[in-house]
């Protein structure tokens, strides 16, 4: 068999008021090449600190995983890796290791499961839909569940528009950063982020960004998460100030998200994040990225 590659996207999930419900794909990516062989090997490239380069990888257990999952032997396999999304900085990179040993499994058995079908799967696994959605279908998606069973829309982006994130140096615990949230929350916060979400939807449904700047607003999470991010409220005050079509945390944290609908805008709210961030003392890096339509797929060499 030759070689195959799979593309996994960044997503960044919540986006403010869409608590495990909202994901959205990033054109930013990591690959796995995978392809039999005699010994297992393993390859590591790009932003692979701290990961096992052996089958305790979690990108090697979930391929293992869907082999049983079909009931059929998991080959033996030369498997290279290029990370280029950071590692628990709020960009899925969880998923889109869970996601990637998934569609790999899939690939190598001769795709036996439908993408409903693993993402049912990935739910599972992961525990809540909204970044592995997104991995999966790309474009802003969102999760519900109906019994047992994830159903996910999609919706194309505009490409136009362009996610400006900002990345802390440290990393935060998906884990850490649920860990802090309350377990009820008042009827008036509820109802303040159903309609919030409610707006973000439209907003990317129709390409109305005038809408995400109310629509990014929260009270679920972020406010309870804002102790775990230095500088979070500042941060995304700055960006709002320069010209942002809305600012949130980016998943559970810590990077910051904030949407532009040029590149001039795009290079204000930068340029915001940088200077504010300067003025705080805080060290991390921004990035302007486009947003991804497409979600996972596979190459064949």
């Keep these: 068999m030759s070689r195959l ?10 986006l403010g008021p869409g608590f495990d419900c909202f994901g959205l794909a990033l054109d930013w990516w990591n690959t796995i090449s995978v392809q039999p062989a005699r010994t297992f ?45 950071p590692i628990g900085k709020g960009f899925g990179s969880s998923a889109a290791a869970l996601v990637g040993g998934l569609l790999a499994g899939n690939a190598l058995a001769g795709t036996p499961l439908t993408a409903q079908e693993i993402l049912e799967l990935a739910n599972e696994l992961e525990g809540h839909p909204d970044n592995v959605s997104a991995a999966l279908f790309g474009g802003f998606t969102i999760s519900a569940f109906d019994g047992e069973r994830v159903v996910c829309a999609s919706v194309e ?14 990393a935060l615990s998906t884990k850490t950063a649920r860990a802090v949230l309350p377990s009820n929350v008042s009827r008036r916060d509820a109802i303040f982020n159903i309609g919030r979400a409610a707006l973000v939807a439209y907003a990317f449904t129709t390409r109305r960004a005038d809408f995400m700047k109310i629509g990014t607003q929260d009270r679920l999470h972020q406010p309870y998460r804002v102790p775990l991010v230095q500088g979070m409220s500042e941060m995304l005050d700055a960006a709002c100030r320069a010209g942002a079509h809305g600012a949130a945390l980016s998943g559970a944290g810590p990077s910051l998200i904030a949407f532009a609908t040029s590149t001039t805008n795009a290079q204000a709210l930068c340029n915001a994040f940088a200077e504010t961030a300067r003025k705080m003392k805080l060290k991390g890096g921004t990035k302007i990225l486009k947003l991804s339509a497409r979600g996972a797929y ?4």
């Design 5 to 14: 590659t799979i593309h996994v996207p960044a997503t960044s999930a919540n």
């Design 41 to 85: 090997q393993v390859k590591l490239r790009g932003d692979s600190a701290g990961l096992p380069a052996d089958e305790t990888n979690m990108v090697i257990e979930h391929i293992r995983i869907l082999f049983q999952h079909i009931g059929a032997p998991m080959p033996t396999l030369r498997v290279t890796m290029t990370n280029r999304i």
């Design 157 to 170: 982006p505009s490409e136009h528009w362009r996610a400006v994130v900002y990345i802390p140096d440290h």
């Design 298 to 301: 596979v190459t064949q060499a």
